[in-house]
Nanobody
Framework: QVQLVESGGGLVQPGGSLRLSCAAS????????MGWYRQAPGKQRELVAT???????NYADSVKGRFTISRDNAKNTVYMQMTNLKPEDTAVYSC?????????????????WGKGTQVTVSS
């Protein structure tokens, strides 16, 4: 099991910046891909960005050029730097991690989620 705790959300004006952090802890052998998702009121959860253990990244078209995902494997932490924020970026942002655990003589992989942090972009 991977426990994830997000931080860094808040209220920011359009054009502003925020940096989100997500620290992973718990019982796991390793962590594979990590990512950030967001969900706005009345909308489905959408994938914002992902990053592999080796640092390869992918982004939703809506955030390309504005958001940057990164990770520090030594700290088991994933980050997302958000710049030029827009009102449509307002959402609860959650991080995810694919953790590998050892149980009953075998390895198992599961996706775990944090509870999320609120990002509000408004004047």
């Amino acid at each position: 099991q991977v426990q994830l705790v997000e931080s860094g959300g808040g209220l920011v004006q359009p054009g502003g910046s925020l940096r989100l952090s997500c620290a992973a802890s718990g019982s796991f052998f390793s962590i594979n891909d990590m990512g950030w998702y967001r969900q706005a009121p009345g909308k489905q959860r959408e994938l914002v960005a992902t990053i592999t253990k080796d640092g390869n990244t992918n982004y939703a078209d809506s955030v390309k050029g504005r958001f940057t995902i990164s990770r520090d494997n030594a700290k088991n932490t994933v980050y997302m730097q958000m710049t030029n924020l827009k009102p449509e970026d307002t959402a609860v942002y959650s991080c995810s991690a694919n953790g590998v655990a050892w149980r009953a003589g075998s390895y198992y992989s599961n996706d775990d989620w944090g509870k999320g942090t609120q990002v509000t972009v408004s004047s």
